[in-house]
């Protein structure tokens, strides 16, 4: 099993960043088989998305409307960031934290972001 944490999200006003931590516990084993690990975000009345997700071999993907002005990093197999700027009232949502290993996927309770002035 592996239990994910997020922080970070807060109310932002737009052309503002926010730095998203996520933090991963549980068994040792568990977490360093993680082979992506990455964000979701969900909106009132639209469906999960991908925000950006990295991989063990470092392999990044982003999604189309956040290209340029986010970057997920992995500090090691316990720590990932997304750094989020230029931030849109549009990416107000709720960002999960989402991780894989092959015992399934796990995923965090989820922070609030609000982009607003």
């Known amino acids: 099993q592996v239990q994910l944490v997020e922080s970070g999200g807060g109310l932002v006003q737009p052309g503002g960043s926010l730095r998203l931590s996520c933090a991963a516990s549980?068994?040792?084993?568990?977490?360093?088989?993680?082979?992506?690990i990455g964000w979701y975000r969900q909106a009132p009345g639209n469906q999960r998305e991908l925000v950006a997700s990295?991989?063990?071999?470092?392999?990044k993907r982003y999604a189309e409307n956040v290209k340029g002005r986010f970057t997920i990093s992995r500090e090691n197999a316990w720590n990932q960031y997304v750094q989020m700027n230029s931030l849109k009232p549009e990416d107000t949502a709720l960002y999960f934290c989402?991780?894989?290993?092959?015992?399934?996927?796990?995923w965090g309770q989820g922070t609030q972001v609000t982009v607003s002035s």
């Open positions: 989402y991780a894989q290993n092959p015992n399934g996927d796990y």
């Open positions: 549980g068994r040792a084993g568990d977490i360093l088989s993680i082979s992506t």
């Open positions: 990295i991989t063990n071999g470092g392999n």
